[in-house]
């Protein structure tokens, strides 16, 4: 069985200022690597993810992660914050099941505070 | 954008009441899936669903626990007699292809359940 840890449940940072929102897995096969962000009031909105190829992914609103498989970890980054980047980021990952479909499994989020 | 919505927003029930959630997938998508969070936990799987039967489903996913696709644009979640500890967030899910894995899900906003 897979499990993901997000290691930071709150991360207060200035604005402008940079951000890496931690995750690590734990998985006995490949896994594929998700980012979702959620504001308030809103459902869980992809920002990137990493299915195979160059560790080093780009998703929307500038920020990017690293996957780096000897540390078994994905964290997240962004150079400079903005207010608006204030939400909950959630880590997640995913294994073939076999049936066809298949599960994403969540680390415990990690809320980013912006503060002006 | 397509999304995926979710009605209601908020319900409050009766220890013991049949709920059903609703749910709109993106129009296009194949497989559908439910997840839950309860305050301060992970967002948890509760079970997937493609060609109008079950693919997987989670230990969670018990006997009061039931999904239907009634036509061709809802998915529901009922839980036939809450308890206290159904109380949760509940989010629907929808992709377009399971891709070993690889596709993305796309989140609906999710409905906060409260079971008195």
């Known amino acids: 069985a897979q499990s993901v840890t997000q290691l930071d449940s709150q991360v207060p940072v200035f604005e402008e200022a940079p951000v890496e929102l931690r995750c690590n897995y734990s998985?006995?096969?490949?896994?594929?690597l998700f980012w979702y962000v959620q504001y308030p009031n809103q459902g869980l909105q992809l920002l990137l993810k990493?299915?195979?190829?160059?560790?080093l992914v780009k998703g929307i609103n500038g920020f990017e992660a690293e996957f780096n498989k000897s540390q078994t970890s994905f964290h997240l980054r962004k150079p400079s914050v903005h207010i608006s980047d204030t939400a909950e980021y959630f880590c997640?990952?995913?294994?073939?099941?076999?049936?066809?479909?298949?599960?994403?499994?969540f680390g415990k989020g990690t809320k980013l505070s912006v503060i002006p | 954008e397509p999304e995926v919505t979710q009605t209601p927003s908020h319900q409050v029930t009766q220890m013991g009441q049949e709920v059903i959630l609703r749910c709109v997938p993106i129009s296009n998508h194949l497989y559908f899936y439910w997840y839950r969070q309860i305050l301060g936990q992970k967002v948890e799987f509760l079970v997937s669903f493609y060609n109008n039967e079950i693919s997987e489903k989670s230990e969670i996913f018990d006997d009061q626990f039931s999904v239907e696709r009634p036509d061709g644009s809802n998915f529901t979640l009922k839980i036939r007699s809450t308890k206290l500890e159904d109380s949760a967030m509940y989010f629907c899910?929808?992709?377009?292809?399971?891709?070993?894995?690889?596709?993305?899900?796309?989140f609906g906003p999710g409905t906060r359940l409260l079971v008195l």
């Open positions: 997640a990952v995913s294994v073939d099941s076999g049936a066809g479909s298949y599960q994403l499994t």
């Open positions: 998985s006995s096969v490949s896994v594929y």
């Open positions: 899910a929808s992709s377009e292809r399971a891709s070993g894995g690889r596709e993305t899900q796309y």
């Open positions: 990493y299915l195979s190829g160059s560790t």
